[in-house]
């Protein structure tokens, strides 16, 4: 059976049922688990649908902007397993920072059932945890339409007003040489406010950002404490290692 054809079928469902899994596909379609992944993974990207923990979701029953869900969907599975590890890092009790990186919004997945609190300035990560057993503290300031997030002067003096066990932050690049680096100041502005009132901060980071440097460097190294990615190539992370970073992969 062509893409093509598997596409319309798993639209069908979506259209019919709302949300599905990747078993449940790879039955209908006849098809290994593997093919199903990488075609939902493929709709995601052009918009189609929103990938889920082990599945998909309807685009009419999620509220974030096609391009925050595409964006998300990029390299889905190597989120998800960064995602699963800074999870597991999570006690019942905790408050935590998550700020709107697209890997940390998929966190929201694997955190529903702890009883936390999570402080964020993602609208995203607010809706996904709604009715669930996390209660949400919501940052005040500006909102971002194009982010689907809140910054601004008054969301960092939110955020300094709260000292949390962990923060989970996304970045735009990160190399040994030039530290963390951003795509905007006011993304910068709120990984370094919550970092700075975290006890443990991590940093959630693909392996396609590792080694690159974006538009605007704006911290060392020396402000996370670990730094969760799917890399596996040992002169990479032993690269960071010697940096003084902890690595967990």
Not at 60 to 73: D, R, Y
Not at 174 to 191: D, F, N, Q, R
Not at 222 to 243: G, H, M, P, R, Y
Request: aromatic letters at 4%.
């Amino acid at each position: 059976m062509s893409y093509q054809s598997r596409k319309q079928i798993i639209l069908k469902i979506l259209d019919e049922k709302g949300d599905v899994d990747v078993k449940e596909l790879a039955q209908v379609l006849e098809t290994s688990e593997i093919t199903v992944r990488r075609d939902l993974g493929t709709m995601a990207a052009d918009g189609l649908l929103y990938r889920t923990h082990g599945g998909a979701m309807r685009l009419s029953l999620v509220n974030q902007p096609i391009s925050f869900v595409q964006k998300s969907a990029v390299n889905a599975e190597k989120k998800d397993h960064i995602c699963r590890i800074a999870a597991a890092q999570i006690q019942d009790g905790d408050v935590i920072f998550m700020d709107c990186g697209s890997t940390v919004f998929r966190m929201c997945s694997f955190i529903r059932d702890k009883r936390i609190k999570v402080i964020t300035n993602s609208l995203p990560v607010v809706h996904e945890l709604l009715n669930s057993a996390v209660s949400v503290n919501l940052i005040g300031g500006e909102v971002d339409p194009e982010r689907q997030a809140v910054h601004g002067t008054m969301a960092t003096e939110h955020v300094r007003r709260y000292q949390a066990d962990k923060a989970f932050l996304g970045v735009g690049g990160i190399s040994v040489e030039k530290g963390l680096s951003a795509v905007s100041e006011k993304e910068a502005e709120m990984t370094l406010s919550m970092s700075a009132n975290a006890r443990t901060t991590y940093l959630l980071c693909d392996s396609s950002k590792l080694g690159k440097d974006k538009y605007l460097t704006f911290a060392p190294l020396s402000i996370i404490n670990s730094l969760v990615t799917d890399e596996q190539d040992s002169e990479v992370i032993e690269t960071f290692s010697k940096a003084g970073v902890q690595i967990l992969n």
